[in-house]
């Protein structure tokens, strides 16, 4: 319980008072008045009790002195009998009496005198009390202004400063002519709050510019100690882990209550703080975006004078390699696009020419169910649509720029159906689309719409082992656009079915089939991009299903 230095002086001085005057007043009158009263009423009960021998004595005497004259035939002897009749006695025993009794007289007045004096000594007593008291009060005012209010003025300001109110100070007076203790110590206390305060400011600012830096860094970053709490991170990690979820990392990363188990994945704080490890590179997953595989690059940070060591992660999500990967794909796609189209245009240009002259210098005039002239009439009916490849080709290589524009979904399926039609056939596959709304549109890029479709018609033609057909049907609801591309291949097993969007991760077990892993990765990111959805659903030795999910542009 809070009692102030007020309260206590207060408290303290009225016990003090009332203890020292009822102590004061008791003592005097133990010591004074009942010893005088007690030997006051000795001395009166002497007096009394000798006063009334007197008189007895006086009694006898008279009484003595009757028997004798009333009967003078009681011998006694003469000298008894003069010491009896003799009236001086009687003189002297009456001035005894009379002088006692003027003695019980001033007994009395010197009572009433000392009583007197006794109450007037009470009356200083309380009169200096009363000073005392006086005195105390305005020692009591003193310290209160001297010691009480300063320390009192000290303490508010020790209280808003550990609100964090830095700015306060001990207000001064400057009218100050005598300095005392409390006056050099308000003084020190605000100095040593404009030095605490300048400090902090520079630490605030050192801070501010260290976080300003890692914040420009593009790659996620934390410092953890080995308590597993997190010191600092980036935006970059932040982005990373979603919403603030905690200080401890397995908390913000994994979702736990409790440190992770090394059978779940290395964990580079175990690596380095256990096993002494220098550098330790992982890759994980954070249950923020489950579908995103992160690198963890973590070394250790050992501070020399604090006896500590510290974790440095820095962490990079591998979806930009992806991206990186897809526009080197595309780039590369687009050069062989673009010399493949080059060549062969050329090169079947002419044949195509060359087959124009020959049917109209000689087959003009035969008959269109002339054998000849069908064969011929076939070759360049074919040379027309080999000239169409390389141009589909340069359609799904070109540049998307930075722009999304309206997607025809319909077209751009039957563009690389086109495509890929030769690839499926030539493997014993057909390929069926259903659309029941070919003017739908979708906000995107074309050329990353159509590598969508011409990854997963690709995996559906190597997933089929003997004759088999791919099917893809577009529908479409008032704000979505699905499409979903299916065959009945070899399927996929449910343990591998959670890793098909994994980068790197192929289930190909030969070169026709096997891959870099990378391919369903594009997709999904690409899908994501337009914001978009992607679901799979498989059966071993039945078929894939991939259901790819648009929202619906504004277009009409």
Known sequence: MFVSLNKKFIYTIVTFFLFTAILFVYT??????VRFQEEQKSNLTRNQQYLELLYENNGLRSELENIIKNHPDIEISTALRKKIINSDQEVKLQDTINREQKRTEEMIKNYDDRYSTIKEGARLVVISSILIFLAIVLLWFLIRRWVLYPLNRISEVSGKVSQGNLSSRVELSEQRIFLDEIDLLADTFNTMLKNLEQSIREIKEKESFLQSLIDGIPDGLRVIDEDYNIIIANKAYHKQIGRHKGNKCYMASQNR????SSAMFACPLHEICRNHKNNVRVIQQFTSHPNRHLAINAAPLRIEEENKTYIIEVIRDLSDDIKFSHQQKLSSLGFMATSVAHEMKNHLGSIRMITENLLDKFYRHRPDEDEEKKLLSLIHNQLIECINVPERLLKLSRFSGDKMQDINCADSIRDVVALLDYEAKHNGITIDFQTSSPGITIKGFEPDFKMVLVNLILNAIKAISNNGIIKIEQTHTVKYVTIKVTDN??????????????????????????????GLSIVKSIVEKFKGSIDVSSEVNVGTSFTLKFPRSDKK
Do not use: A, V
């Open 257 to 260: 209550t409790e440190p992770c």
């Open 489 to 518: 291949g070899h399927g996929i097993s449910r343990d591998n079915l959670q890793r098909i969007f994994e980068p790197f991760y192929s289930e190909g077990k030969d070169i026709r089939s096997g891959g870099t892993g990378l």
């Open 28 to 33: 005097f009158y133990i010591i004074y008045g």
